[in-house]
Each structure stands twice: as structure tokens, then as C-alpha cells.
T-cell receptor
Framework: DAGITQSPRHKVTETGTPVTLRCHQT?????MYWYRQDPGHGLRLIHY???????DKGEVSDGYSVSRSKTEDFLLTLESATSSQTSVYFC???????????FGDGTRLSIL | AQSVTQLDSHVSVSEGTPVLLRCNYS??????LFWYVQHPNKGLQLLLK??????LVKGINGFEAEFKKSETSFHLTKPSAHMSDAAEYFC???????????FGTGTRLTIIP
């Protein structure tokens, strides 16, 4: 939706390994976001970006880092994955100037 | 601070009957309110949004929601349920700008044939 692509769509990895998830948008939105979705919690904001190289923490940022070197790409990195980070991760873009946020289709991440 | 409570975790209705999904919110400012729908293994799709214009908001697929400030509610309705409406629905609130969203925990809608 709204030109947002997440990769990979599924990933299984082991505890302690680094993981990077990629979000790519084609709509030139200034704002981009990473959320995680867990049963009983809805979506919770991990980090967001308000421009190239400009990022800020969300509600559940511990254990995650982000980078944005280009307008169209927003990367989420788990430096050393833990089982508690098993979740579905959603990227979104938009959310300013009366524009609602639009979401990608998600990445299902399992950490064993 | 902002928060949102979806009063039902699961709602079941028969095809062709009305749908009501309930949402209450808390916000320190004049809020923006949204309903998103999520079909299995998909991302979230915007159904409708309220941003301080008309209190009755019409969205896609026949859904609508009414902003009631006195009741701090933003319930989602549809006159006649269709099988394709089966999904999870999220009520979302934002203070001021739309960059900081707070999600409800979701309501799973089941449609009985």
C-alpha cells in the first residue's frame, strides 16, 4: 500500500545474531516508522525518522537501532537478537500535513 | 498522554446484520482518530480518519464512525456485514500531528454465514 515494501517478509534466526530489516518507500514521505505487533498489544512504535539521518526513539526502542541514509530507505537493526524480539514488524510512512500513515505488509521474525 | 481502549477483543455478527466496534480514547489535545483494518498476513489499511472536521466520518467499504467528544468515543459501524469484512480492526489516536500514533489492542471481527 502507498508504495511501501518490506524485506525480508519472513526470517528465522538464532539468538545472538544480528538482524536487519529493510523498508523502502516510493512516495517521498519525510516521516517513516518501525512498529512491532504482538498479541494483546496492538502496534507499538520502536523508532521513527523525520528526515534523512534524523531519528528518534519510540515506546519500545531498547535493543533496536535504525538508520536512514536516503529518503526512501529506513533500516531496523537488532544488534543481538533475543527471543523476546520474536514478533511481526511493520514499517509505515507518512503521518504529517494531515496525511495518515500507510503501512507495509510486515516482516515475520522468529528468533530461536 | 494519549490512550485508546477497544472495548471488545472479539465480535461475531451474521452476514447482512449491522456491525458495531467500540472505541474509547483519552487525549490531552484535540485528537486525530483513525480506524485501520488488517486482513490476515497483510499490513494495516486505513478505513477512515477524523481530524476535527465533521463528527460523522465516512470511510471505505461502507464503514463510518462518529466522534463524540462528550463520551470520548469513536465507534465504528457498518449497516450490513459482508463476509469480506472479517478481519482485525484497530482504533488509533494521535495528539496533534499524525506522527505519534497510539493503537488499541484490536477487535477481531468474525462474520457468520
Amino acid at each position: 500500500d502507498a508504495g511501501i515494501t518490506q524485506s525480508p517478509r519472513h526470517k528465522v534466526t538464532e539468538t545472538g545474531t544480528p538482524v536487519t530489516l529493510r523498508c523502502h518507500q516510493t512516495e517521498n514521505h519525510r516521516y517513516m516508522y518501525w512498529y512491532r505487533q504482538d498479541p494483546g498489544h496492538g502496534l507499538r512504535l520502536i523508532h521513527y525518522s523525520y528526515g534523512v539521518k534524523d531519528t528518534d526513539k519510540g515506546e519500545v526502542s531498547d535493543g533496536y537501532s535504525v538508520s536512514r541514509s536516503k529518503t526512501e530507505d529506513f533500516l531496523l537493526t537488532l544488534e543481538s537478537a533475543t527471543s523476546s524480539q520474536t514478533s511481526v514488524y511493520f514499517c509505515a510512512a507518512g503521518g504529517r500535513e494531515s496525511q495518515p500513515q500507510h503501512f507495509g505488509d510486515g516482516t515475520r521474525l522468529s528468533i530461536l | 498522554a494519549q490512550s485508546v481502549t477497544q472495548l471488545d477483543s472479539h465480535v461475531s455478527v451474521s452476514e447482512g446484520t449491522p456491525v458495531l466496534l467500540r472505541c474509547n480514547y483519552s487525549s490531552s489535545y484535540s485528537p486525530s482518530l483513525f480506524w485501520y483494518v488488517q486482513h490476515p498476513n497483510k499490513g494495516l489499511q486505513l478505513l477512515l480518519k477524523y481530524t476535527s472536521a465533521a463528527t460523522l466520518v465516512k470511510g471505505i467499504n461502507g464503514f463510518e464512525a462518529e466522534f463524540k467528544k462528550s463520551e470520548t468515543s469513536f465507534h465504528l459501524t457498518k449497516p450490513s456485514a459482508h463476509m469480506s469484512d472479517a478481519a482485525e480492526y484497530f482504533c488509533v489516536v494521535s495528539d496533534g500531528g499524525n506522527e505519534k500514533l497510539t493503537f488499541g489492542t484490536g477487535t477481531r471481527l468474525t462474520i457468520i454465514p
